[in-house]
């Protein structure tokens, strides 16, 4: 029978051509893996300093190491069959050598300090970074020392960055170290030059480069006025602390350089809150320093808004002309540190409350106002505090009368809720978190009963929020009625300042310890002060009031401290741009955005 099957046509030109594909590596390397088991083919061995040797194959070690490429095809390592790696852990390099034939490998606790050098040495990179990645998760204060010296020795740039930022931000816990006084002159100025280097004091700072020069006197004693010059700032140091510190340290007086930025930090301390800064690096605050925020208002019925800042390392306040809201009688508050908060009547007119929520992010490039969620209910005058992620809103004003509801707004869903109410109506209140519990503290209750009569209540007592129960608990009364009070909570303490009682207007002030239920006088402020209701700011373990209206219903532009060391209060020479009332202060981490300008 004929056959009818029909073939292609291949041209007489054409070349054919069949791909063939491996199925599997993993045939191949069982089969390496093998040999080097038995020894088999094997033409290298590699000895360590303890006398291990290692077998393998030439080419296998090459194509994973570009160390043994090198060894094995530019040295004259590619004619031996033996080789002495040395410096290098015989432990580290069986794991290595097991990774390039077995794809895998355990990098612990245990080992990686000994893999890591061992990773980089051989230039195995992603084992290197695996041990970055391990080294990066256990950071602590007993190690980062040691992690950062380990990945500046071995080029490990991300854990470098990593380890560098842990350090600077628990600069203050790290210091104390021993392992600090190991370091390198280029690590020291290093860590010590950045900006975002985070201390309570500059004070922190000039102990540990004193406490690591003498560590090392010998080698070290020649270095010390280059790291004053360039590295400590000594005028953001206190005057006292400069007079007894400073002044009386041996190595800085028999050393003539040194001894001019001594005098010139004194120089900085003489200076008046409007005579020019001096513009160096010496003088310039820190990002991770703390300063206090002011937004709102300046004055009782002018409708001006505008906003300013100021900073306790050079005594100064500052205008913020890109930075404003009209804001009065809201509550403000702080979240994350970086975000502001503002709580309630937003707008101009005194007499309509609202539900308006407003956040700023000073930490970013541009920052501005953006309104997010708005409350449940419209207040004025009310309480505003944070715990953990939550804001809450408490009592204040709705156009007729006091309130006694508040609520609570959840930062990751961003929605409000309701809470349980306080056992009465209060607006003007004072507010304070204390133990992860808020309290109210004080207040007035208002009632309109028509147009032109209205009855007004002023309040000494304080209530407590527990949120894991959500329920409100009274708590001692205050030694005197504080309507629109200033408070605020110091070391586990919580203050009540200035206020309103009805007839006068305070400048007592008053204090609530949680352990013993009970509140007692400190000494009076300065001036008398009602309406700093959300002027009040801690920062450095200072209870700072700004701002707020005198017995004669006049804005104040001063702004006074109380130190509870020394159970005093200390009026601050430097005054607030503009007189303010009806505004909100808190103390938030120093962004890129607040730039020390010139006079």
């Not at 004929?2 to 191949?28: D, M, R, V």
């Not at 004070?203 to 070290?220: G, P």
């Not at 009209?326 to 502001?340: C, E, I, Q, R, T």
């Not at 309103?500 to 002030?509: E, F, L, M």
Request: proline fraction near 4%.
């Amino acid at each position: 029978m004929q056959n009818t099957k029909q073939f292609p046509k291949i041209s007489k030109c054409a070349t054919l051509k069949y791909e063939c594909k491996k199925s599997s590596y993993a045939k191949i390397f069982k089969v390496l893996k093998s040999l080097r088991k038995d020894e088999v083919l094997c033409d290298i061995k590699l000895k360590t300093d303890d006398g291990r040797v290692i077998c393998g194959h030439k080419v296998v070690l090459s194509s994973a190491s570009p160390y043994f490429h090198a060894m094995f095809t530019n040295f004259s390592e590619k004619n031996q069959d033996f080789v002495v790696i040395r410096n290098i852990d015989s432990i580290a390099l069986q794991l290595l050598v097991d990774f390039i034939y077995f794809g895998k490998i355990i990098v612990t606790e245990k080992n990686v300090k000994v893999l890591l050098p061992a990773a980089n040495f051989l230039q195995v990179i992603e084992v290197k970074e695996k041990c970055c990645d391990l080294l990066a998760t256990q950071l602590r204060i007993t190690n980062c020392i040691g992690t950062y010296v380990l990945a500046d020795l071995h080029s490990c740039k991300k854990l470098l960055t990593i380890s560098e930022s842990y350090i600077q931000q628990n600069f203050s816990d790290v210091v104390h170290s021993d392992k600090c006084l190991t370091l390198s002159p280029e690590q020291v100025a290093n860590l010590i030059s950045s900006d975002e280097l985070i201390v309570l004091t500059e004070n922190i700072v000039f102990e540990f480069v004193i406490r690591w020069v003498k560590h090392d006197l010998v080698s070290r004693k020649c270095i010390l006025p280059h790291l004053m010059e360039y590295y400590v700032r000594l005028p953001l140091t206190s005057l006292n602390y400069i007079m007894k510190n400073a002044v009386e340290e041996p190595l800085l007086k028999n050393s003539s350089n040194c001894k001019d930025y001594v005098n010139e930090a004194l120089y900085f301390h003489s200076l008046k809150p409007d005579d020019p800064i001096p513009q160096n690096i010496r003088t310039k605050p820190r990002l991770g320093d703390k300063v206090i925020f002011v937004v709102g208002s300046f004055g009782i019925l002018e409708g001006h808004v505008s906003t300013e800042w100021y900073d306790p390392k050079i005594n100064r306040w500052q205008l913020l002309t890109t930075i404003m809201i009209p804001h009065f009688l809201g509550g403000l508050a702080v979240v994350k540190d970086n975000f502001v908060v503002a709580v309630g009547r937003i707008g101009y007119s005194l007499e309509s409350p609202n539900q308006y929520v407003n956040v700023l992010d000073v930490s970013s490039e541009s920052p501005h106002w953006k309104p997010t969620t708005n409350m449940l209910v419209k207040r004025r005058n009310l309480g505003v505090g944070v715990i953990n992620d939550y804001i809450y809103a408490v009592g204040g004003f709705d156009g007729n009368s006091s309130v006694n509801s508040a609520e609570a707004f959840d930062c990751r869903t961003q929605t409000w809720r309701m809470i349980s109410s306080m056992s009465i109506r209060r607006d003007s209140v004072g507010l304070g978190v204390l133990n992860n519990l808020l309290y109210v503290v004080g207040g007035q209750i208002i009632q309109y009963n028509d147009q032109y009569n209205s009855s007004i209540q002023y309040l000494k007592s304080v209530e407590c929020y527990y949120p894991s129960i959500d329920a409100w608990k009274s708590v001692a009364e205050m030694c005197v009625p504080r309507m629109a009070a200033g408070v605020g909570v110091l070391d586990g303490i919580l203050y009540a300042v200035g206020g309103y009682d009805g007839k006068n207007t305070h400048r007592s002030a008053e204090a609530y310890e949680p352990s013993t239920g009970v509140w007692t006088t400190i000494p009076d402020m300065h001036l008398c002060r009602y309406y700093p209701v959300t002027g009040v700011a801690v920062l450095n373990g200072l209870l700072y009031v700004v701002g707020g209206s005198d017995k004669d219903v006049s804005s104040l532009d001063s702004v006074e401290f109380y130190n509870p060391n020394t159970n005093t209060w200390t009026m601050v020479t430097a005054r607030l741009n503009k007189p303010r009332t009806f505004f909100g202060v808190v103390a938030i981490d120093r962004s890129r955005y607040f730039k020390t300008k010139r006079s």
